[in-house]
């Protein structure tokens, strides 16, 4: 067939005087390709998105790491150490990598880069990229950019070799092209892109493993940069560098987002970023350029995350499990095969729930293959031999890895899930499943171990989410909760006074939020911690302090004069502080005449005057050295415990709050575990799970009782039943 008419000889009215013919004959084809490259690499299009989106618009600068990360020797407790802090709420995987550089010096600093990495974290993308910097002249100016999707070349009908891909692609704007074109890649004069080399299917591997080695070193001279897949099968070019794209941190995640809604709504980025902040377990997501890709998509339609994040997780865990392959129509050799999506679902939960129930983030080889081996090994048609079933667990450990992602190894021989959310998410699943069987009390006797545990918290969340009812779940944690501190009677008796406190006062919040309001003031002060934000109550509603009547307004500032003992001592303007905080709490006594009607029960001496007069009389005690901060600071040192007891005692006696509870250690550190599991509770009830009304109406109107009120509402709540059985 003819090829197009194309002058050889460059227009060199055109190009720069003083240049050699072979620089003229590049600058011609790099002009006359420009084209082609921002046609077959401008653009990107993944996922749920309904058209293409200009790759420019939403690039983000990618890190490499130049040692993987997978193949360092590294212990456990190296790891541990590295993403786990001693007080951890949630570990931290990306702090497991070492710092990266950047992706483009990496290119200008290795001529020929092999550049691995996890499924979804940006490699086609950010190959793509190099194509259209170069196009443009800002890396590589003087080759010939060449993209090569290797999944498509090894399929082509005509089995074409590297060498004709490059004519091929090139020679559409040259007569007679492929002499010229060998006689550049001897002068190193192209930079060749090849994408995607996990994707080659079995039968082709071998063939185009062999041409790649064959190009790179007959023209050595030219560059070359290849993506694949990290855990896919093991190849080895010589003349290669390897490196691992890096997770996106926090600074790359906010720049993708202001990227991608920019020209859609750019007021959605700031309320994308402040939701991502949020929640550090979305946050863990969107680490991945897929997934956070996923995460930009729901966003963008519902200008928010679903309450229930057990959507969003799922979700993600479908898009690495299920269609990032399959919408890309990519065959790869399964070694497991056999396994049907739910199987492949059953065996991930299975592997989670063995380690987090060890508190193990991460773990050997050795350990994780024989979960895999017990499972495999029932499969229909398995081998049952053990070196076979040894050999084919560490393979499908190897295919889940370079598949789906899910599962990551950190250092050599030692694996975690990619994110700490997807081993929740698993581990919730399985305990689904458990918690469905007939026989499953050992599980719920595991689960009444684990309320108390900050890193449960997110797997009760998800697990309750998971349940068709989790009526039982809820009834049960709240169980466990009021047994907490059922046999202490200086805590049961403190429960006591939150309930007869909260009963005394006018509000129109449900009773449950008014003793949670009253638990969230005095227990701060337990732990002698100055703490404003009623987090328990608030958790009911978060309107709660812009909705306060009369009762509890008051009893907050006056709490805020309580706590002036911690505050004045980090105050850099004391004198300011105490008038303003007295300001507000003699303002709201004013404004309720309280007479003489305070706790009749007080042993302490006070005046006969009300509360607000009690207040001022105290605030004219307190020294006023307004520009003398330091003498201030030494009157307090001096006086300023005998006038906070006098201010109790007037608390005490007009609004029964402020009581110095005398906990000990043990008993403050029992009434925190209590606290942190009934917000467990109420998250769960705000979680979207699906539970009954009957069942909410029980938690909550017993939620922060002590135990006698928590039998007599059981008794009630019978005898109504009986009543209304006979009615």
Same mark, same amino acid.
Request: glycine fraction near 4%; charged fraction near 25%.
């Given at each position: 067939?003819?090829?197009?008419?194309?002058?050889?000889?460059?227009?060199?009215?055109?190009?720069?005087?003083?240049?050699?013919?072979?620089?003229?004959?590049?600058?011609?084809?790099?002009?006359?390709?420009?084209?082609?490259?921002?046609?077959?690499?401008?653009?990107?299009?993944?996922?749920?998105?309904?058209?293409?989106?200009?790759?420019?618009?939403?690039?983000?600068?990618?890190?490499?790491?130049?040692?993987?990360?997978?193949?360092?020797?590294?212990?456990?407790?190296?790891?541990?150490?590295?993403?786990?802090?001693?007080?951890?709420?949630?570990?931290?995987?990306?702090?497991?990598?070492?710092?990266?550089?950047?992706?483009?010096?990496?290119?200008?600093?290795?001529?020929?880069?092999?550049?691995?990495?996890?499924?979804?974290?940006?490699?086609?993308?950010?190959?793509?990229?190099?194509?259209?910097?170069?196009?443009?002249?800002?890396?590589?100016?003087?080759?010939?950019?060449?993209?090569?999707?290797?999944?498509?070349?090894?399929?082509?009908?005509?089995?074409?070799?590297?060498?004709?891909?490059?004519?091929?692609?090139?020679?559409?704007?040259?007569?007679?092209?492929?002499?010229?074109?060998?006689?550049?890649?001897?002068?190193?004069?192209?930079?060749?892109?090849?994408?995607?080399?996990?994707?080659?299917?079995?039968?082709?591997?071998?063939?185009?493993?062999?041409?790649?080695?064959?190009?790179?070193?007959?023209?050595?001279?030219?560059?070359?940069?290849?993506?694949?897949?990290?855990?896919?099968?093991?190849?080895?070019?010589?003349?290669?560098?390897?490196?691992?794209?890096?997770?996106?941190?926090?600074?790359?995640?906010?720049?993708?987002?202001?990227?991608?809604?920019?020209?859609?709504?750019?007021?959605?980025?700031?309320?994308?970023?402040?939701?991502?902040?949020?929640?550090?377990?979305?946050?863990?997501?969107?680490?991945?350029?897929?997934?956070?890709?996923?995460?930009?998509?729901?966003?963008?339609?519902?200008?928010?995350?679903?309450?229930?994040?057990?959507?969003?997780?799922?979700?993600?865990?479908?898009?690495?499990?299920?269609?990032?392959?399959?919408?890309?129509?990519?065959?790869?050799?399964?070694?497991?095969?056999?396994?049907?999506?739910?199987?492949?679902?059953?065996?991930?939960?299975?592997?989670?729930?063995?380690?987090?129930?060890?508190?193990?983030?991460?773990?050997?080889?050795?350990?994780?293959?024989?979960?895999?081996?017990?499972?495999?090994?029932?499969?229909?048609?398995?081998?049952?031999?053990?070196?076979?079933?040894?050999?084919?667990?560490?393979?499908?450990?190897?295919?889940?890895?370079?598949?789906?992602?899910?599962?990551?190894?950190?250092?050599?021989?030692?694996?975690?899930?990619?994110?700490?959310?997807?081993?929740?998410?698993?581990?919730?699943?399985?305990?689904?499943?458990?918690?469905?069987?007939?026989?499953?009390?050992?599980?719920?006797?595991?689960?009444?171990?684990?309320?108390?545990?900050?890193?449960?918290?997110?797997?009760?969340?998800?697990?309750?989410?998971?349940?068709?009812?989790?009526?039982?779940?809820?009834?049960?944690?709240?169980?466990?909760?009021?047994?907490?501190?059922?046999?202490?009677?200086?805590?049961?008796?403190?429960?006591?006074?939150?309930?007869?406190?909260?009963?005394?006062?006018?509000?129109?919040?449900?009773?449950?939020?008014?003793?949670?309001?009253?638990?969230?003031?005095?227990?701060?002060?337990?732990?002698?911690?100055?703490?404003?934000? /009623? %987090?328990?109550?608030?958790?009911? $509603?978060? *309107? !709660?302090?812009? @909705? +306060?009547? &009369?009762?509890?307004?008051?009893?907050?500032? /006056? %709490?805020?004069?309580?706590?002036? $003992?911690? *505050? !004045?001592?980090? @105050? +850099?303007? &004391?004198?300011?502080?105490?008038?303003?905080?007295?300001?507000?709490?003699?303002?709201?006594?004013?404004?309720?005449?309280?007479? +003489?009607?305070?706790?009749?029960?007080?042993?302490?001496?006070?005046?006969?005057?009300?509360?607000?007069?009690?207040?001022?009389?105290?605030?004219?005690?307190?020294?006023?050295?307004?520009?003398?901060?330091?003498?201030?600071?030494?009157?307090?040192?001096?006086?300023?415990?005998?006038?906070?007891?006098?201010?109790?005692?007037?608390?005490?006696?007009?609004?029964?709050?402020?009581?110095?509870?005398?906990?000990?250690?043990?008993?403050?550190?029992?009434?925190?575990?209590?606290?942190?599991?009934?917000?467990?509770?109420?998250?769960?009830?705000?979680?979207?799970?699906?539970?009954?009304?009957?069942?909410?109406?029980?938690?909550?109107?017993?939620?922060?009782?002590?135990?006698?009120?928590?039998?007599?509402?059981?008794?009630?709540?019978?005898?109504?039943?009986?009543?209304?059985?006979?009615?």
């Amino acid at each position: 067939m003819a090829q197009p008419s194309v002058a050889l000889e460059p227009q060199t009215d055109k190009l720069e005087q003083n240049a050699s013919p072979i620089d003229l004959i590049v600058q011609e084809l790099r002009q006359k390709a420009s084209a082609h490259i921002q046609q077959k690499c401008g653009t990107m299009r993944v996922l749920d998105m309904s058209q293409p989106i200009n790759l420019n618009n939403i690039y983000t600068s990618v890190n490499v790491l130049e040692k993987i990360s997978g193949r360092r020797r590294l212990e456990i407790a190296n790891l541990i150490k590295i993403c786990v802090p001693e007080d951890f709420d949630r570990p931290g995987f990306g702090k497991v990598c070492e710092k990266g550089v950047s992706g483009i010096k990496a290119v200008e600093k290795y001529s020929k880069l092999l550049v691995l990495g996890k499924p979804g974290a940006g490699k086609t993308t950010f190959l793509k990229h190099l194509a259209i910097q170069c196009n443009l002249g800002i890396i590589q100016a003087d080759k010939i950019p060449v993209f090569i999707n290797l999944k498509n070349f090894a399929e082509a009908a005509n089995k074409p070799n590297l060498l004709e891909g490059i004519t091929q692609q090139v020679s559409g704007f040259l007569i007679n092209g492929q002499e010229l074109i060998e006689k550049l890649l001897i002068q190193g004069r192209f930079f060749v892109l090849l994408d995607g080399l996990d994707e080659v299917r079995e039968k082709d591997n071998t063939r185009i493993f062999k041409e790649i080695c064959y190009l790179s070193e007959h023209f050595y001279a030219n560059s070359f940069v290849i993506t694949c897949r990290l855990a896919a099968k093991e190849y080895t070019f010589e003349q290669f560098t390897e490196v691992e794209i890096a997770d996106f941190d926090d600074q790359q995640i906010f720049t993708f987002a202001k990227h991608w809604f920019q020209y859609k709504s750019p007021s959605k980025a700031e309320l994308f970023i402040q939701n991502i902040k949020a929640n550090q377990a979305i946050k863990e997501l969107a680490t991945n350029p897929l997934l956070l890709t996923m995460l930009c998509l729901v966003f963008e339609e519902l200008d928010k995350f679903p309450s229930n994040h057990l959507e969003v997780y799922k979700e993600g865990v479908d898009v690495l499990l299920k269609h990032w392959d399959a919408k890309r129509n990519i065959e790869r050799d399964q070694v497991y095969k056999n396994l049907s999506l739910q199987s492949k679902e059953d065996l991930l939960s299975k592997i989670a729930v063995i380690t987090f129930k060890r508190g193990e983030y991460f773990f050997k080889l050795k350990e994780i293959k024989q979960p895999i081996t017990d499972y495999i090994r029932n499969l229909p048609g398995a081998n049952t031999d053990f070196e076979a079933l040894q050999l084919d667990s560490e393979a499908v450990l190897r295919s889940i890895e370079a598949q789906h992602g899910l599962l990551v190894e950190r250092a050599k021989g030692i694996y975690s899930f990619s994110h700490l959310t997807f081993h929740e998410y698993f581990t919730a699943r399985a305990i689904v499943d458990n918690l469905e069987k007939i026989h499953s009390e050992n599980t719920w006797e595991f689960l009444g171990e684990k309320i108390t545990h900050k890193s449960w918290r997110e797997v009760f969340l998800l697990t309750v989410g998971m349940l068709s009812s989790a009526d039982k779940l809820l009834l049960f944690i709240k169980q466990n909760i009021d047994a907490l501190i059922a046999q202490d009677q200086d805590l049961q008796k403190f429960l006591t006074w939150v309930n007869k406190k909260s009963c005394a006062v006018s509000s129109n919040f449900k009773p449950v939020i008014v003793r949670a309001f009253y638990l969230d003031l005095d227990l701060a002060r337990a732990h002698g911690v100055i703490c404003g934000s /009623l %987090d328990l109550a608030r958790g009911f $509603d978060k *309107t !709660l302090t812009r @909705a +306060l009547s &009369p009762d509890l307004t008051l009893d907050l500032a /006056l %709490d805020r004069l309580l706590a002036l $003992d911690f *505050t !004045l001592n980090l @105050a +850099l303007d &004391p004198a300011r502080v105490h008038a303003d905080v007295f300001k507000r709490a003699i303002n709201h006594a004013s404004a309720i005449d309280f007479g +003489l009607e305070g706790n009749k029960d007080s042993d302490k001496v006070v005046s006969p005057t009300s509360l607000s007069e009690s207040l001022e009389q105290l605030n004219k005690q307190l020294p006023h050295f307004d520009k003398d901060r330091e003498q201030f600071r030494a009157w307090w040192k001096d006086n300023g415990g005998s006038w906070i007891e006098k201010l109790r005692a007037v608390i005490v006696y007009y609004r029964d709050i402020g009581h110095h509870w005398q906990f000990s250690n043990q008993q403050k550190e029992m009434l925190k575990k209590y606290y942190e599991a009934n917000q467990l509770l109420v998250h769960c009830l705000n979680s979207d799970c699906y539970v009954s009304q009957k069942a909410r109406q029980e938690i909550e109107e017993t939620m922060l009782l002590p135990i006698v009120e928590i039998e007599q509402y059981k008794i009630s709540f019978l005898e109504q039943r009986l009543q209304s059985r006979l009615v």
